[in-house]
């Protein structure tokens, strides 16, 4: 579908769910992060992370760890509720939650009970104002019960790692799921009233064939899932140790991920959902995020594709990111050091970044880039970027109509690639992130 051009592709490119990236924070006093805490304004959005997992799979990059060790998973909860208080303690009053995450890791490692007392602890300290509830939720450690406690509290949004339904596949990747077990998660959450429930796919697997993509995406479509997320797999051993678990000979090569992103994006975009970005899918007219993406409404944020409003986005739980318009700020990453730092009420930021004005107006061309597929340049970015951007237009992969940048659609796998362009921060070495497709 896509017209393959290798040479555009040869160079790793972040996934910019902030700009600048994580990858280019440096220390940050956490100082910083309380002024802007203090300096906070109108509606905003909560992370929580839960760095847990019942088993770990191999290819995963989160920062999560086993769910094994009790006495560590309850220190864990009673330095992030210690958190919730801290941070609450300096929003001005007035400030309201109207959105709620919950990551990881998989949230569904700890007990629905201590889930329960996150949630009474956000509502007393918080002001919470008919908040979005999210959850992302691993379904080999799903049951019932868990299910009732989401239709309790709320949740709406549930989102499921299951990545691929070949057996094979499964087996390379330690991610063993029977298609009972997800079938059985979708039938809890959709008792549960949970109203949109995400698969996660992925491509690019360990001796994954695209007869194997096209089985996972048509049992997707058929299990009534409202929202798709087709990543290709990062194979990064040098920087994910546990992925030198997997044998890289078995992988596909460029030319087969290629192939597999293509088929993907076709195969959904002709079976009843709106692309959001060219690896993100929400059903046609029923969900929120495919009425964004038509509207122009669509964001970018650590949770991916959103259609958040909110300009800020506190996050809660080691290694997790807080967002503001001036600042990026990143509680500590060791789990042990999170723990000492907020279990004593200490911010537990450690890492971060001030956003300078040409940082916000670069993020904003790369953000409408990955979102709406356009976005106005300015002459002098525009001359800037000139030479790079060639190659792209003259394969007629992007346009420039007077001060607009215009992504065409066989240009929509190089997206990342073309935003990068306006990247003044990418003589960090391109060891440290994926392929673009």
Excluded at 233 to 253: F, G, K, M, T, W
Aim: include cysteine; hydrophobic fraction near 40%.
């Amino acid at each position: 579908m896509w017209p393959y051009h290798p040479e555009l592709l040869e160079t790793p490119v972040p996934r910019y769910t902030s700009y600048p990236t994580a990858a280019d924070f440096d220390v940050l006093p956490s100082c910083h992060y309380r002024t802007a805490l203090e300096r906070t304004e109108g509606d905003v959005s909560l992370y929580l992370h839960i760095p847990f997992c019942e088993q770990i799979c191999y290819y995963c990059g989160c920062n999560t760890g086993k769910a094994n060790k009790r006495k560590r998973l309850e220190s864990y909860l009673r330095a992030l509720h210690r958190e919730i208080e801290t941070v609450a303690g300096l929003l001005p009053r007035g400030t309201r939650v109207r959105r709620i995450a919950f990551g990881g890791g998989s949230p569904n490692a700890i007990a629905p009970v201590e889930f329960l007392r996150l949630i009474d602890a956000l509502t007393i300290h918080f002001e919470i104002d008919e908040p979005v509830f999210s959850i992302e939720l691993d379904p080999r450690t799903m049951d019932r019960e868990w299910a009732q406690v989401l239709g309790a509290v709320g949740v709406e949004r549930a989102s499921l790692g299951v990545q691929t339904f070949a057996e094979h596949c499964q087996q390379t990747i330690g991610r063993v799921q029977p298609e009972e077990m997800i079938v059985q998660t979708v039938d809890w959450l959709r008792e549960a009233n949970v109203s949109s429930i995400n698969f996660d796919l992925m491509y690019g697997l360990p001796g994954q064939s695209l007869d194997d993509l096209q089985d996972s995406m048509h049992r997707t479509r058929v299990l009534g899932a409202d929202r798709v997320a087709l990543f290709g797999y990062a194979h990064v051993p040098h920087i994910v140790a546990r992925q030198r678990v997997i044998d890289a000979s078995n992988l596909p090569d460029r030319h087969e991920r290629f192939a597999m992103a293509s088929a993907g994006f076709g195969y959904f975009l002709t079976h009843g959902y709106v692309p959001v970005g060219f690896d993100h899918f929400a059903k046609a007219g029923s969900d929120p995020l495919a009425s964004a993406a038509t509207g122009g409404r669509v964001k970018r944020n650590f949770q991916g594709f959103t259609d958040d409003p909110s300009d800020v986005l506190i996050g809660l739980g080691a290694s997790a990111i807080s967002s503001f318009p001036g600042l990026l700020a990143q509680n500590e990453k060791n789990s042990g050091r999170y723990r000492m730092k907020a279990g004593d009420g200490q911010l537990a930021v450690t890492r971060g970044i001030h956003r300078s004005a040409d940082d916000r107006y670069r993020g904003a061309i790369i953000e409408r880039l990955l979102c709406d597929g356009r976005s106005r340049v300015g002459a002098r970015l525009l001359g800037e970027v000139a030479l790079r951007l060639a190659p792209f237009i003259e394969r007629g992969l992007a346009h420039i109509d007077s001060e607009w940048l215009s992504i065409e659609p066989d240009g929509l796998p190089y997206a990342r690639t073309i935003a990068s362009l306006f990247d003044a921060y990418r003589a960090v070495s391109p060891r440290q992130f994926s392929s673009a497709v």
